[in-house]
């Protein structure tokens, strides 16, 4: 009764003697300094959003331009379009008050149209997208029409300083290809896959359908893409990940590790105040558009719409359809320890909460060791991990009213979720199995200490190690993946004394963390979280995850091969999946698109004609060294193509997955787009980005490589590959696979994989030392490529 009564910020009653009035001042002191930062943060809103409606002009140029209208007008010399008398003639006077007036309307006229000239001149110049082809290994010319491109983009781009969302407004739309283009990218990439007779009857179902019902599909979809922003990222979210009905756990969220070399500190409350600390100033930093857009080569922007969400973010449950509740502010994160949940006020005396006083709440927190999960709290979370209709009816009845209610919006409306955990992350080169179970523990965890429905969830292991699991639908990895490199250059700042705690000292007492409470007594509640449960531990038991630390060689052998890493990755990971195999398989790669406005993905298909021919000549001992190279130069420029392409709108996947929405809401079926969408992608790869920030320096950290991150496979006979090429001499590879299927084993495919490489060092060793013998040999293919 206590705690209830002291949640009672404002009270009142009448009696005989008239008013009795009992507040508490701490809570409104609190909720007055809750208002008063959320006004703030609306009139830095307001002002960032200006300036980025301006830009690239800057905003402080009107004043000039209005003192330049003001002179022109009073030295008797008129302004363009004479727009000062035209001003005059609609103003109710010409008095010297009313002169100035039309000057600064005359000047602000003239200032927008320099601004939307210049946005739209930017615009125009970044919808060319010819330096993407252009070769960028040493030695290679880059072609004047590029280079002309490139000056005038950076005059526009570079003179005002952008903010983290300048450049939206000046972003191109993404591209609708023609249906004929994607019918043969298609074709093509499934040549290596079929045999001449099943090629032959998707040729035939491919012509069909180009000369059949695509040009009403696409003329749809030709009018949305102008209507809307961009015509693939809305559909790809509602229908890839808001209406699928099966868990998030393992089939769509991912996760990330820690920068295993380094371990700042081996107390768990300090590492964790560390970080919380870190996390809150980043999304300072984004709400205050502070933070640097990302520039590829640091010229072309990208697309940073993804960052809205990163906080304060919750996905929730829906009977049929999920959605992305966002909300503007949060002053509080919830932190689940031993089945038990709290929440942490973040902001005080208005401020954020320093680390060392953010330490002491989270040493309160870990100090409750009496404290002990009330009926059903400690199981939980297993509803966000299971099915998602379930899920949701239960959510419009035990969680609709009462506590439940008010916990539950507690929960999905922090900044995130910091997990505590009870068991160490560990990582030993001499035992691979530990780094195993890291991945696990953050990929699934127990079932039931991950909130599966919040944007990302932070984990500590006992002893300090870190990492995180994420939700899919509201932005890709590479964000997660630069929010992470921002975070681990924070930690090489001397934030821990010798005794490994947070460095200074607290001015205050910070709020002492709040036990939430629920009453899930309900018999309905307990059946459906143990069933949750129950699932929850099928599915991630079903895990077979394998992490690889490839440190025999790294990005500095394959930049003397003259490859592009990411194509030389994909080639060792074609032949170690067809030698597992023993066939081919349509194979996932993901790229971005965010070269465009709300740009999201695309899909690569490393399994080409070209790969298919290298692979079976490796397996050939009748083929000459000299050709396997050739055929490797040829795979991986046909690869560096087929990236590129995905990255220029020039994809084929989500055309195709827009054509085929159209044909379901206009309820006209097509066995090409049918049979085309339900391929499965046995192999599913995605290469984890990093260096997006220039803050992150290996050379002077060369420690502060994260390890990278991983997904649970897409089919049930396949495996979800992920990997970071983290320096000259080491690579990362997350492998994934379900131990139910009898044909995959993610450590027989991590062995194949180290033998690809292997296979792929000799192969270019034999070939320098046949050029040393022969240099008459060398292949008119054997050229440099670009990244």
Avoid at 44 to 71: C, D, E, K, M
Avoid at 206 to 213: R, S, T
Wanted: aromatic share 10%.
């Amino acid at each position: 009764m206590a705690e209830a009564h002291s949640a009672v910020a404002f009270s009142f009653s009448i009696t005989h003697e008239g008013w009795d009035i009992n507040y508490d001042r701490e809570v409104l002191d609190l909720v007055w300094q809750s208002g008063v930062r959320s006004w703030k943060k609306r009139l830095a809103r307001f002002r960032t959003g200006v300036r980025n409606g301006v830009y690239p002009a800057h905003l402080q140029s009107l004043w000039l331009v209005i003192a330049i209208a003001v002179g022109l007008h009073f030295t008797q010399r008129h302004v363009p379009f004479d727009l000062v008398n035209k001003w005059l003639s609609v103003l109710p006077g010409d008095s010297l008050q009313w002169q100035l007036t039309a000057c600064s309307l005359a000047g602000l006229v003239v200032w927008l149209s320099i601004c939307y000239t210049m946005r739209y001149s930017l615009k125009l110049l970044l919808m060319y997208k010819g330096w993407m082809y252009e070769k960028r290994a040493p030695g290679s010319k880059v072609s004047l029409q590029t280079r002309l491109w490139g000056l005038f983009v950076k005059v526009l781009a570079t003179w005002n300083k952008p903010g983290l969302y300048s450049f939206q407004g000046s972003l191109p739309r993404l591209p609708l290809p023609p249906v004929q283009d994607t019918m043969q990218r298609y074709l093509r990439s499934v040549r290596p896959l079929l045999d001449d007779s099943n090629y032959n009857r998707m040729e035939r179902l491919a012509k069909e359908f180009e000369q059949g019902i695509s040009t009403k599909l696409q003329r749809y979809l030709f009018l949305k893409s102008w209507w809307s922003t961009n015509y693939v990222s809305d559909w790809w979210e509602e229908y890839v990940y808001l209406r699928g009905r099966g868990a998030l756990m393992v089939n769509s969220n991912f996760y990330g590790i820690d920068a295993i070399f380094m371990h700042p500190t081996k107390i768990q409350s300090a590492r964790a105040a560390s970080v919380v600390n870190l996390l809150l100033q980043f999304r300072r930093t984004v709400e205050r558009q502070e933070l640097e857009p990302i520039l590829v080569q640091g010229l072309v922007p990208l697309c940073s719409w993804q960052y809205e969400r990163i906080f304060n973010t919750v996905r929730a449950p829906g009977v049929e359809s999920d959605k992305i509740i966002h909300y503007q502010d949060s002053n509080h994160i919830v932190v689940l320890y031993r089945g038990c949940y709290y929440k942490v006020i973040i902001y005080h005396n208005g401020r954020l909460l320093r680390p060392c006083e953010l330490q002491i709440q989270i040493e309160h927190i870990l100090q409750q060791s009496d404290e002990k999960p009330q009926p059903g709290e400690e199981l939980l979370a297993s509803l966000t991990a299971g099915d998602r209709t379930k899920w949701a009816q239960i959510r419009q009845t035990v969680f609709a009213r009462g506590v439940n209610r008010t916990s539950l919006h507690t929960v999905e409306s922090a900044a995130f979720v910091l997990s505590l955990d009870e068991k160490p992350f560990e990582f030993d080169l001499a035992h691979p199995e530990k780094l195993d179970q890291f991945g696990r523990y953050l990929l699934h965890g127990n079932g039931h200490d991950r909130w599966f429905d919040k944007s990302f969830t932070v984990c500590v292991g006992s002893n300090g190690r870190i990492g995180f699991n994420a939700e899919h639908t509201w932005a890709d990895a590479a964000v997660m993946s630069h929010i992470w490199e921002m975070l681990i250059m924070g930690e090489t700042e001397q934030r821990y004394d010798e005794n490994g705690n947070t460095v200074g000292i607290p001015e205050f007492e910070p709020p002492t963390p709040k036990r939430l409470t629920w009453d899930l007594n309900d018999k309905v509640a307990l059946v459906a979280i143990d069933e949750a449960h129950i699932a929850a531990q099928k599915l991630l038991n079903d895990v077979d995850l394998r992490i690889l630390v490839h440190d025999a060689y790294g990005k500095g052998l394959m930049k003397t091969c003259r490859l592009s890493p990411d194509a030389f990755l994909q080639m060792a990971l074609q032949l170690a999946y067809y030698r597992d195999a023993g066939k081919f398989s349509l194979t996932y790669e993901a790229s971005m698109t965010r070269l465009f406005r709300e740009g999201r993905t695309e899909t690569v298909r490393p399994c080409t004609i070209e790969s298919a021919a290298w692979v079976k000549a490796m397996l050939d001992s009748n083929v000459s060294i000299e050709e396997r190279v050739r055929l490797l130069n040829a795979a991986c420029e046909r690869h560096q193509l087929g990236y590129q392409d995905a990255m220029c709108g020039k994809g084929i996947d989500r055309h195709l997955f827009c054509l085929y929405v159209v044909s379901k809401y206009l309820e006209i079926d097509s066995p090409f787009l049918q049979e085309v969408l339900s391929e499965p992608w046995r192999l599913s790869t995605s290469q984890t980005p990093h260096g997006q920030t220039s803050k992150m320096d290996l050379k002077k950290h060369p420690n502060c490589i994260s390890a990278g991150g991983g997904f649970g496979p897409v089919a049930d006979d396949g495996y979800g590959v992920s990997y970071i090429v983290a320096g000259e001499d080491l690579i990362f590879f997350h492998i994934s696979s379900k131990r139910s299927c009898g044909t995959t084993s993610s450590e027989r495919f991590a062995q194949e994989i180290c033998r690809a490489l292997a296979d792929m060092k000799h192969l270019f060793e034999e070939y320098r030392s046949l050029q040393k013998k022969n240099p008459s040999n060398g292949t008119k293919s054997d050229k440099p490529q670009g990244k």
